[in-house]
């Protein structure tokens, strides 16, 4: 079994621990992984953004990283900008 077998496993296994633990009913959860360190960019969706500003307090971000090597796993609260820099990437342009 390799070390990419293995960071799988440990990554289903702490992704259903979180899930399924009463403690996180009514939150909203989303995840985000990486092959890359912790500070490897990553995308989020208008909704996810609008959704952590309106309910901070329900709303978090689990971000995985080092899958390959090292499975690490941080978890990120709102307001985002006190963590992360948000850039836009795609514009949509309408008549």
């Given at each position: 079994?390799?070390?990419s077998?293995?960071?799988?496993?440990w990554?289903?296994?702490?992704?259903?621990?979180?899930?399924?633990?009463?403690?996180?009913?009514?939150?909203?959860?989303?995840?985000?992984?990486?092959?890359?360190?912790?500070?490897?960019d990553?995308?989020?969706?208008r909704?996810?953004?609008?959704?952590?500003?309106?309910?901070?307090?329900a709303?978090?971000?689990?971000?995985?990283?080092?899958?390959?090597?090292?499975?690490?796993?941080?978890?990120?609260?709102?307001?985002?900008?006190?963590?992360v820099t948000?850039?836009?990437?795609t514009?949509?342009?309408?008549?």
């Amino acid at each position: 079994m390799g070390r990419s077998d293995v960071g799988h496993r440990w990554i289903i296994a702490r992704a259903e621990r979180i899930g399924n633990t009463s403690l996180w009913a009514g939150y909203r959860r989303e995840v985000r992984a990486a092959g890359g360190g912790p500070a490897t960019d990553f995308f989020l969706t208008r909704t996810e953004r609008e959704v952590s500003t309106e309910r901070p307090d329900a709303w978090r971000l689990y971000r995985l990283h080092d899958l390959a090597a090292a499975p690490a796993l941080f978890q990120l609260k709102p307001p985002l900008e006190a963590a992360v820099t948000l850039t836009a990437e795609t514009w949509r342009a309408g008549f």
